[in-house]
C-alpha cells in the first residue's frame, strides 16, 4: 500500500503510524464524513495456517463489541479487490498520543502516581473485555495508547480469545510477549482474565523501574522467571501500597491476583488517593497462602528480595557422609573382632579345640599377633577374611582422616583413583566414598540429563537431581536436553550440595529424562 490510495472509495491513507505482525495501521481521512480516522490494512502474504482473515475479522468483532473509555470505537470493516489480491481493512478512531512503548522509551520510567493511573484505567478497559469473555492475551507498552490528556486505550486485540468459542490458535501454541506473559499461558494450562491482569502488573513493574520483571537477553531465562522466580524488589521511592497492587498482580497463581479487573482499577486509585476502595469478596485462598489472599491490597507486603538463582525442586534430606563412614568404620570393627575370636577359637595350637578357662585375657594379644602368626589350613578363609576387615577398616579410618586435607594430595589422591586401579572387594568400596569439600561446577548444558549426572558425578558431586523446564525455541531442542543448571557453572559448591539440572522434555518421545 502507498500514501493516497483510496480504499472503498473514501478512506485515503496517509502514512503508516503503527506496524505488527499482522497489519499496518495508517492515518487516513474519511472523505465522506470528513473526518481523520485509522485503517488497519492486513498484511498480504501471511501464512494461511494461521487463519489470518478470520483472525483479523474476530478483532474487528471484537473491537466493535466492546463499549467503555478505554476501548477503540470501531467504524468499518471490509475487503476489496486491488489488482490480483485482495485488501482486507479495519477503520477505528484514530488515538492521537503515542504508545506506552514509545512514552517509556522517552521517558525511560514513570512515577507510581501516573503508572497507577495508567494501570487503573487500562484495568477498566480490561474488564469490559473479561465480561464479554474476551481475553486480550498480549497485554504489554506497545497495545496501550495514551493522548494527550493521558487518556488509555488498549488496542490490537488481533490473537484475543473469546471463552466461549472456538480457538483460531492450535491449543499447544502460546502466544504472547515473552517479558510480559502470565506462567499459565508458557504452561498452556488455559487463559483467563487474571492472565491480563498479570500482564499489566508486568507493564506497571516496568514503569516503576525501567525495565520488565525478567530482564534478559536469553529468552529461555525470562520464561523461568515467570514460572519459577520471584522479580526484583522495587525503588525504595516506590510506596508500599503500589508495590503490594503490583506484587498481588503478578502472582504466579492466577487464584491469588486480582477478582477483576475492576477490583484492581479502585486499588490502583486508592493507592494515591489514599481512598479505599469498595469493599469486595475476599480472593480464592490458595492452598499455599490463605493469609495473603484475604489481605486488602494496600496491606500487602512489597516484592520479596531478589532471586539469584532458580527455584529448586524440594531436597531429600541426605544422610550426613562422615556419620555414615562411622557407622560403616564401626561395623567393619565389629566384623573384625567377631572373626578374630572365631579364629583363635578354632585355632589348633589351642590344644583340643577349645578356649581355656581365663583365656579370654588373652584374646586382645591374639588379635593382634593373629595377622603375623602362620595360619592353619582350616582356618584360612577366616583369616582371609579378617585381613580384608582390616583394611576395610584401615581405609574407612584413612579417609575419615584426610577430610582435612588439601585438594591434590597424595591420599587424596589414591582415593580417587581407586575405583580405576584397585579391584575386587576395593573396587565397591571406593563407590561409596563421598567427597568432601568443595569444586567448580562443571558447565553441564547442551548435553541429555544423564551425561550431565554423570559428569558432574565424576567431578565428584553427589546430590544431582533432575527437573523440567518449559523452553520455547526453534528449532526445538533434543529430548532430556539440559537447557539451565543452578548453581551455575563456574561456581564453587559444597561436593555433597544439590546440583540440579532443568531439562526440556518433548512430551511425544515418551521416555524419561530423570533418574
Same mark, same amino acid.
Given at each position: ?10 478512506y485515503r ?11 499496518s ?5 474519511d ?102 469473555g ?47 506473559? !502470565? ?55 516506590v ?79 541426605q544422610?550426613?557422609?562422615r ?13 573384625l ?26 584374646? !586382645? ?30 581405609? !574407612? ?79 526445538e ?24 539440572v ?11 529424562c530423570?533418574?
Amino acid at each position: 500500500m502507498d500514501s493516497g490510495t483510496l480504499i472503498a472509495g473514501r478512506y485515503r491513507l496517509d502514512r503508516v503510524i503503527a506496524s505488527g505482525g499482522m497489519g499496518s495501521v495508517w492515518r487516513a481521512e474519511d472523505e465522506r464524513l470528513d473526518r481523520t480516522v485509522a485503517v488497519k490494512v492486513l498484511h498480504a502474504g501471511l501464512d494461511g495456517s494461521q487463519r489470518p482473515r478470520d483472525r483479523f475479522e474476530r478483532e474487528a468483532k471484537t473491537l466493535a463489541s466492546l463499549k467503555g473509555p478505554g476501548c477503540v470505537e470501531v467504524y468499518d470493516f471490509g475487503e476489496e479487490a486491488d489488482g490480483d489480491r485482495t485488501v482486507v481493512f479495519l477503520v477505528m478512531e484514530l488515538v492521537d498520543g503515542v504508545s506506552l512503548a514509545e512514552l517509556l522509551h522517552r521517558e525511560e520510567k514513570l512515577d507510581p502516581a501516573r503508572t497507577m493511573t495508567i494501570m487503573a484505567q487500562a484495568a477498566e478497559a480490561l474488564a469490559a473485555a473479561h465480561r464479554r469473555g474476551i481475553v486480550h492475551r498480549d497485554i504489554k507498552p506497545g497495545n496501550i495508547l495514551i493522548d494527550a490528556e493521558d487518556r488509555v486505550k488498549v488496542v490490537d486485540f488481533g490473537i484475543s480469545l473469546f471463552q466461549n468459542r472456538s480457538r483460531l490458535t492450535p491449543s499447544d501454541q502460546v502466544l504472547g510477549t515473552a517479558p510480559y506473559v !502470565s506462567p499459565e499461558q508458557l504452561r498452556d494450562k488455559g487463559v483467563t482474565g487474571a492472565s491480563d491482569l498479570y500482564s499489566l502488573g508486568a507493564v506497571a513493574y516496568e514503569c516503576l523501574t525501567g525495565t520488565p520483571p525478567f530482564d534478559a537477553a536469553d529468552p529461555a531465562a525470562v520464561i523461568h522467571g515467570h514460572l519459577y522466580s520471584e522479580p526484583p524488589a522495587l525503588p525504595a521511592d516506590v510506596s508500599a501500597e503500589v508495590a503490594g497492587i503490583v506484587s498481588r498482580s503478578l502472582l504466579k497463581s492466577p487464584e491469588d491476583r486480582w477478582e477483576s479487573g475492576d477490583v484492581l482499577a479502585a486499588a490502583a486509585r486508592a493507592a494515591t488517593t489514599g481512598q479505599h476502595p469498595v469493599e469486595t469478596p475476599p480472593a480464592v485462598k490458595s492452598s499455599k497462602d490463605a493469609t495473603t489472599a484475604d489481605a486488602p491490597p494496600a496491606a500487602r507486603a512489597p516484592f520479596p528480595p531478589p532471586v539469584t538463582r532458580p527455584a529448586q525442586p524440594a531436597a531429600v534430606e541426605q544422610p550426613d557422609p562422615r556419620r555414615r563412614r562411622r557407622m560403616i568404620l564401626v561395623g567393619a570393627a565389629v566384623a573384625l573382632v567377631a572373626v578374630v575370636i572365631a579364629v583363635l577359637a578354632l585355632n589348633p595350637f589351642a590344644g583340643d579345640g577349645r578356649v581355656a578357662e581365663g583365656a579370654e585375657g588373652h584374646s !586382645s594379644t591374639g588379635a593382634s599377633s593373629s595377622p603375623t602368626a602362620e595360619p592353619s589350613t582350616t582356618a584360612g578363609a577366616d583369616t582371609a577374611t579378617a585381613e580384608a576387615g582390616a583394611t576395610s577398616a584401615a581405609e !574407612s579410618s584413612a579417609a575419615e582422616g584426610d577430610t582435612g586435607g588439601s585438594e591434590g594430595d597424595g591420599a587424596g589422591d589414591g582415593t580417587e583413583d581407586g575405583g580405576q586401579t584397585g579391584g575386587g572387594e576395593e573396587d565397591s568400596g571406593g563407590d561409596d566414598t563421598v567427597k568432601e569439600g568443595s569444586g567448580e561446577v562443571p558447565d553441564v548444558t547442551g548435553v541429555s540429563t544423564f551425561d550431565a549426572r554423570d559428569e558432574l558425578t565424576q567431578a565428584g558431586f553427589s546430590n544431582v537431581v533432575a527437573a523440567i523446564g518449559y523452553y520455547y525455541y526453534s528449532p526445538e531442542p533434543a529430548h532430556c536436553t539440559v537447557m539451565q543448571q543452578s548453581p551455575t557453572a563456574g561456581e564453587t559448591a559444597d561436593y555433597t550440595a544439590q546440583i540440579t539440572v532443568y531439562f526440556h522434555e518433548r512430551t511425544s518421545e515418551g521416555t524419561s529424562c530423570s533418574w
